[in-house]
């Protein structure tokens, strides 16, 4: 199975600053179709995990442009230009090039 | 709208059985994959079984291979998870997410998931 490893595993941040998260696969997840079949999701409390990014970059419909996506291969980052209080929650990668898919276990993001 | 609503969660003793159902609606159920996640008490995800749009293909995870089922209801709009032989291990909050493939794509509706206890 791939091995998603999120850091840091926390991070507090204060509203308006930028914030990132950084996801490693223990193999690439780059496709012979010539994408990348790397996501990221948002868990806010007591809901369940929303879709943020697909295929590295693109934006799931209504995710605001402060969150973007970058990387490629085997390593992956998260960001977010200025953090919002509806920000918080837990943040996962997950891997959808061979199965099971896997995710990372997940960070925590939190406000000052 | 599009919404994915599970059901069927609840307290279940070592060894025994429970089934869980998702009901799907505002979209075209029959054209997705469907799959169960899940996530143990202050833990984190851990996808459990995926099902193609006509059923024709179906993979489980290791640690349920053997004792859960996966399985939809086309007609009814319904994806179901027959779980048996339950451990303590399997206690979590059992979601049911859609895709448009059965790999290769994001699980891009989620519902709000069902509780699954498992204890004695």
């Known amino acids: 199975d791939i091995v998603m490893t999120q850091t840091p595993l926390s991070l507090s941040v204060t509203p308006g600053q930028p914030a990132s998260i950084s996801c490693k696969s223990s193999?690439?997840?780059?496709?012979?179709?010539?994408?990348?079949?790397l996501y990221w999701y948002l868990q806010k409390p007591g809901q369940s995990p929303q879709l943020l990014i697909y295929?590295?970059?693109s934006r799931f419909s209504g995710v605001p442009d402060r969150f973007s996506g970058s990387g490629s291969g085997t390593d992956f980052t998260l960001k977010i230009s200025r953090v919002e209080a509806e920000d918080v929650g837990v943040y996962y990668c997950?891997?959808?090039?061979?199965?099971?898919?896997?995710f990372g276990q997940g960070t925590k993001v939190e406000i000052k | 709208e599009v919404q994915l609503v599970e059901s069927g969660g609840g307290l279940v003793k070592p060894g025994g059985s429970l089934r869980l159902s998702c009901a799907a609606s505002?979209?075209?159920?029959?054209?997705?994959?469907m799959n169960w996640v899940r996530q143990a008490p202050g833990k984190g995800l851990e996808w459990v079984s995926s099902?193609?749009?006509?059923?024709?293909?179906?993979y489980y995870a290791d640690s349920v291979k053997g004792r859960f089922t996966i399985s939809r209801d086309n007609a009814k709009n319904s994806l179901y998870l027959q779980m048996n032989s339950l451990r303590a291990e399997d206690t979590a909050v059992y979601y049911c997410?859609?895709?448009?493939?059965?790999?290769?794509?994001?699980?891009?509706?989620w519902g709000q998931g069902t509780m699954v206890t498992v204890s004695s």
């Open positions: 997410a859609r895709a448009v493939t059965m790999a290769l794509s994001a699980f891009d509706i």
């Open positions: 505002g979209f075209t159920f029959s054209s997705y994959s």
């Open positions: 099902i193609s749009s006509s059923s024709s293909y179906i």
């Open positions: 295929e590295v970059s």
């Open positions: 997950m891997q959808g090039i061979h199965l099971p898919p896997t």
């Open positions: 193999q690439s997840l780059l496709h012979s179709d010539g994408k990348t079949y």
